[in-house]
């Protein structure tokens, strides 16, 4: 695979030696890569923000962009000869996230000087609205446990209120049921989400460490859920909600 090789766009009398990029190294790209390439096959529109995410941080990481947004690769000084560098990639960065963005979102957030700013908006806007969708769910449901809701609901919730929040999303498809899934199904459709996942990424990435990366973490977050669900029926959490 071919390097990205940076020219000093100064007085070419000074015969100024070219800056080389390893291919691992966050400023390299590809000749393919272009602002117009699509990160994923999905337009953030409001709706399954957790999925989307997942999406993008998977597709940056295959790329080795993640640093871009996580705030590890910041902008170099004005004065440094990686400083155009930089500022070409965050770009390319910005306009590849903006490309899966319905156009109202993108417009709310195009005028992000970088990356990791453009990104901030979004988990300031949408993560943190998510959970707080939830915790009011939940609470809702938790109130209404007191008085309508038979035993098995009451641990359902209890059970899905301490689950990571990887599965907020599949979370919340459960809650909106009705009736509400017995605990052992409800089991069944998380470990079909989380499958799910791991189906979705081998399809859109290529890349056999990517798709070794995911198919790993789609083993531990099983293992991890299921010894989430083991240890909440062996203690006989929920009893008393």
Known sequence: MPETTITSTGDTSNAAKPNSYDINHPYHLNNSDSPGMTLVNIVFDGRGYPGWRRSILMSLSAMKKLD???GACQSPDLK???????????????????????????YSVIYSKTAKELWDSL??????SNKAKLYHLHKELSGR????????????????MGLNDIYA???GNILMMNPLPSIDIAYS??????????VYANKYFN??????MAAGEAKQHNARLLADFAAFMIKGQGKNF
């Open 68 to 70: 871009f947004i996580n």
């Open 80 to 106: 440094s000869p990686d400083q155009e560098q930089w500022s070409y990639v965050n770009d390319m960065v910005i306009s590849w996230i903006l490309n899966t963005l319905s156009k109202d979102i993108a």
């Open 123 to 128: 988990e300031q806007r949408f993560e943190r």
């Open 145 to 160: 446990a007191k008085l309508t809701m038979s035993l098995e609901d009451r641990r359902l919730i209890q059970f899905l």
């Open 169 to 171: 999303k599949a979370e």
């Open 189 to 198: 459709l998380l470990l079909q989400d989380e499958n799910q996942r791991e």
């Open 207 to 212: 890349s056999e460490s990517v798709s070794f």
